[in-house]
């Protein structure tokens, strides 16, 4: 069996726009070369964001938009396609749930695709409702 190195959850972290690029296209199936302006967006829109680190890799990821009141939207969590079923993510949204609670939060949605309904509504605790998407591009 492989041993496995504890993941440190780091809030706000120093973020890399070529290292979280990189996972994000390893977790969604994105182009690997194209490099997206992560810090600056997180900076701009963003009430925190949590990566999950394997010593200095990055490993799992997920961030927190706001309305600056009492909704916060979770966003992008992504974890790395070869550590999926360790807990990461679970570990990253509860995190990110505590850190919109603790900014005075009382609501955090989030949007998925059906294949993650077990996640999102058995752990992570959400409860399904109705919503409305248009697609704009």
Not at 7 to 26: G, Q, W
Not at 36 to 62: D, K, Q
Not at 72 to 94: K, M, N, S, W, Y
């Amino acid at each position: 069996m492989l041993h496995r190195m504890a993941i440190a959850l780091v809030s706000r972290f120093e973020v890399d726009d070529r290292r979280l690029s990189a996972l994000h296209a390893r977790a969604f199936g994105g182009d690997p070369a194209a490099v997206r302006p992560w810090s600056a967006r997180l900076a701009r829109h963003a009430l925190t964001w949590i990566g999950a680190f394997e010593a200095h890799r990055l490993v799992g990821f997920v961030q927190v938009c706001w309305d600056g009141g009492s909704h916060a939207f979770l966003l992008d969590t992504a974890v790395d396609p070869d550590r999926r079923q360790e807990g990461i993510a679970a570990a990253l949204v509860d995190a990110a749930a505590e850190e919109a609670r603790d900014a005075g939060c009382e609501w955090l949605h989030v949007d998925f695709e059906p294949h993650l309904e077990r996640f999102y509504l058995d752990r992570c605790g959400f409860r399904a409702t109705r919503a409305g998407l248009i697609r704009l591009s």
